[in-house]
């Protein structure tokens, strides 16, 4: 199958019953989730909470101690090349290398990715994250919010079906957060891939994610609407509602 090809399925991530155990600590238990197509899905939980293992899983970083990860119907563990082929990832903490330029940067992961036509898809990705001017600068120089825009390139050269952002705004202003978010929500409506973000900030994930995850100790607690969801619970915002499984994770059935 090549990329091109649509896929039958509809969810461009399973996550079943994952589990994932560090000695005596379980940091993910029985997890379920799907994630759709065009589908932009928050990740939300208390530091500690698994989120970060959990991604690591969903990429094959680290290796599940049960339970299965498909992208785009693909089990990772079985073949994993195949199912990182169809994702990538941005986050703050995972910096493009600094002394390489712009170009220089899209063009070392376009080849790691196997990117055809790469010279056309770097440029076409130049123009549409505003990086034109930036094509020659290299990447250590640039403000945080350019480097974000370039991760975010960079994250967008092999088209994948699955896009996975840790904390993509963490570090911005304002504005420029904003800006960022309305260019993802637009990759998300053009481009059809299916999103898993994780954030602390609940307004920014009630503005963007079309659904949430709320987890805490490992666990999967809430999900749904981020705009409807507090309501459910009792609570006046998503943050209200973040606080309290945060602080009271026993109500929301942690403890099972
Ligand atoms: N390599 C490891 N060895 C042992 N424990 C670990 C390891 N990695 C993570 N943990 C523990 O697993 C739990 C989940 O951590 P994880 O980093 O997934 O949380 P998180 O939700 O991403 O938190 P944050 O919001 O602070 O980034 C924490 O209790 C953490 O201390």
Redesign the pocket.
């Known amino acids: 199958m090549t990329l091109a090809e649509p896929s039958r399925k509809t969810s461009v991530l399973s996550v079943r019953a994952l589990h994932k155990r ?2 005596e ?1 379980v ?1 993910v238990e029985e997890l379920s989730f799907e994630v759709g197509r065009g589908e932009i899905v928050g990740l939300l ?10 991604i690591n899983m969903v990429l094959g970083v680290l290796q599940p101690s049960a339970g299965q990860v498909l992208v785009d119907g693909i089990d990772v563990a079985r073949r994993r090349e195949a199912a990182l082929a169809r994702t990538n990832f941005a986050a703050v903490y995972a910096p493009l290398p600094g002394n390489l330029t712009v170009w220089q940067n899209l063009r070392y992961f376009g080849l790691i990715y196997g990117v055809r036509g790469l010279p056309a898809r770097i440029e076409a990705l130049l123009r549409q994250f505003s990086l034109e001017r930036f094509r020659d600068t290299r990447c250590g120089l640039l403000s945080s919010g350019e480097q974000t825009r370039v991760c975010l390139a960079k994250a967008m050269l092999n088209r994948p079906p699955l896009l996975l952002l840790d904390e993509p705004t963490a570090s911005l202003d304002p504005a420029t957060a904003q800006d960022i978010r309305q260019l993802i929500r637009r990759l998300a409506r053009e481009e059809g891939g299916g999103i898993l973000w ?1 954030s ?1 900030n609940m307004g920014e994930v009630e503005e963007v994610c079309d659904r949430v995850l709320l ?1 805490s100790r ?1 666990r999967l607690l809430l999900q749904g609407d981020p705009r409807t969801l507090p309501r459910e619970h009792g609570a006046g915002s998503l943050e209200e509602l973040f606080i309290r499984v945060a602080r009271e994770p026993l109500q929301f059935g942690a403890g099972r």
Do not use: E, V
């Open positions: 560090y000695g600590l940091a939980g208390p530091n500690g909470a698994g989120k970060t293992t959990t994780t602390h987890m490992g």
